[in-house]
């Protein structure tokens, strides 16, 4: 029945560790040695990387979702995009009506919620892997992007187009609570949160909107 076991036992894991003998006494592998850390270049090297092509990938997005034209005054629609940030947690930490500027932060994952972020870090782990496990190695699978790790900042710019039309920009930033010698700062959000943060935003700034809009007239009786 042992040896059984141990077959069985080996058939799974073959590919990782090879079998032990069974007859002459069970002996188990030797653990692999630790891989060698990737220097400080390297590691320098790998982000620089990653926050290249997550700036291009951000910059596509916001330029194609980034933006909107509402059919209201500047200053409904930043009413509205202050409210609609401020429902999603976000802080105000700057704003200006009169010409239009917010800005707002909160601890990251925010405006996602702890499941959107889960989504995020599965959907965009792909890709990040593919630029540091080069660079890096093995070392690149103890990466780990925690939110705890950030604060989210989001800029809002409003912008009269006349006609009783405005134009609403957004863009956002990462900004890193604990700074990490020899390694770039990260600035960019990974893509999938950037997408699903400017939905929720978006949803959100409609809802106001609507809510500051004349109503229309009921039938006369």
């Known amino acids: 029945m042992r040896k059984i076991i141990w077959i069985a036992v080996c058939a799974c894991a073959v590919t990782l560790a090879g079998c032990p003998t069974i007859n002459g006494g069970a002996k ?42 509402v059919a209201a005054p500047r200053g409904v629609a930043f009413d509205a995009i202050q ?20 800005t707002v932060a909160a601890p990251a994952p925010r405006p996602l919620d702890a499941a959107e972020w889960r989504t995020t870090v599965l959907s965009d782990q792909p890709l990040m892997a593919g630029i540091l496990c080069p660079v890096l190695g093995e070392e690149c699978k103890t990466i780990r992007f925690e939110p705890e790790d950030f604060v989210i900042v989001i800029n809002a710019t409003v912008r009269e ?20 010698p020899g ?38 009786s």
Request: no cysteine; net charge positive; charged share 30%.
């Open 83 to 102: 409210v609609g940030l401020t429902r999603l947690g976000m802080i105000v930490e700057n704003r200006d009506p009169e010409i239009g500027v917010l």
């Open 28 to 69: 188990p592998p030797s653990p692999p040695p630790p891989a060698a850390s990737a220097s400080k270049e390297k590691v320098a090297e790998a982000f620089t990387r990653l926050n290249a092509a997550l700036k291009d990938t951000y910059e596509r997005i916001i330029r194609q979702r980034g933006t909107r034209v």
């Open 161 to 180: 187009l006349g006609a009783g039309r405005s134009e609403v920009s957004l863009t956002t930033r990462m900004r890193e609570i604990a700074e990490r």
């Open 183 to 220: 390694v770039p700062r990260r600035e960019y959000p990974p893509p999938t949160g950037v997408q699903m943060a400017l939905d929720k935003i978006w949803a959100q700034f409609d809802r106001a909107l609507a809510e500051r809009q004349p109503k229309p007239a009921g039938p006369r």
